[in-house]
């Protein structure tokens, strides 16, 4: 359904590989818990994060996202995503 390759957004992405439906689960964040910022920390709260360490640490910002983390970390598609598209989360307003 997915694959790593470079993006024009930043460094690698994560692209549909085939057509992915409105509300359709993309995949579960797999990591390690962790304390600490970083490289494909992903925070679920103030004080609890996760090291994200699978192909999910590839979605990139975007303040127009078309997938969701939801609170038992599955990612799900917003929206219909075309294939080839590049999979968007928004990581917040600081990010630019």
């Known amino acids: 359904m997915i694959i790593v390759r470079p993006s024009k ?3 690698l992405g994560l692209f549909a590989v085939k057509s992915i439906a409105h509300g359709e689960v993309i995949g ?4 390690e818990p962790t304390h600490e910022d970083g490289e ?5 709260t103030p ?3 996760i090291r994200v360490q699978n192909e999910l640490k590839y979605i990139n ?3 127009y996202p078309n997938v969701a983390y939801y ?3 599955t ?4 929206r219909d995503i075309a294939k ?3 999979l968007t989360h928004d990581y917040g307003e600081e990010w630019k």
């Open 9 to 11: 957004t930043h460094g």
């Open 28 to 31: 579960t964040v797999e990591g």
């Open 40 to 44: 494909h920390v992903l925070w679920l």
């Open 47 to 49: 004080k609890s994060a």
């Open 61 to 63: 910002h975007s303040h």
């Open 71 to 73: 609170d038992d970390l």
């Open 75 to 78: 990612v799900v598609a917003l």
């Open 84 to 86: 080839d598209e590049e």
